[in-house]
Structure formats: structure tokens, C-alpha cells
């Protein structure tokens, strides 16, 4: 579960940056909102499921309230999944 947890964190880091770095701007600067609107929903239930997958992996992977609020906050920060995924997530190269 862990490893569709870390490509559902993947996912919904591309899609915010995506939605944050390239279709809002395109709504506001050239007035075109379709971008937003095409990746507003899937990032919606990409973050909708991260939080899920965080709450129900948080038992197994034995995270204490500090490491459970970084991984629920790295949701709301660009590239914030990204860090998750390297400090938390990846395998050990030495296990």
C-alpha cells in the first residue's frame, strides 16, 4: 500500500504545480479558465486520496502526531509531496 501511496503523492504533487504554476496563471493573465478547470478536479481527488492514504498508513509506518501533520501539510505546499516521498516514503538503499 505503501508504494500506491508514494505514486498517489507523485500525482497530486504534478497536479498542483501544474495547477498552480501554469493553468492559473493562464486563467488570470489570458483570461482562459479551461486549464483550471481541467485540473481542478483531478488534483481535488488526488488530494482527497493522499489524506485518506496518510490516515490509514499512518498506524503501519508508525508515524508520531509531528511526522503525521508534516505528511498532512506537505499536501498544501508545492513540491511539499515530493519531500514526503524522499524522507518518509522511498526505501532505505541500506534495507
Known amino acids: ?34 486549464y483550471v478547470k481541467m485540473l481542478g478536479m483531478p488534483h481535488g481527488i488526488l488530494f482527497i486520496v493522499y489524506i485518506i492514504f496518510a490516515i490509514m498508513l499512518r498506524p503501519e509506518l508508525k508515524w508520531n502526531r509531528s511526522t503525521f501533520i508534516k505528511v498532512l501539510a506537505a499536501s498544501l505546499i508545492p513540491f511539499g509531496t515530493f519531500y514526503i516521498d524522499k524522507m518518509y516514503l522511498k526505501p532505505s538503499k541500506n534495507g
Do not use: C, H, W
Open 1 to 34: 500500500m505503501v508504494n500506491i501511496f508514494r505514486i498517489v503523492a507523485f500525482l497530486e504533487g504534478v497536479s498542483y504545480i501544474l495547477l498552480l504554476g501554469i493553468a492559473t496563471p493562464i486563467k488570470y493573465f489570458a483570461d482562459d479558465p479551461q
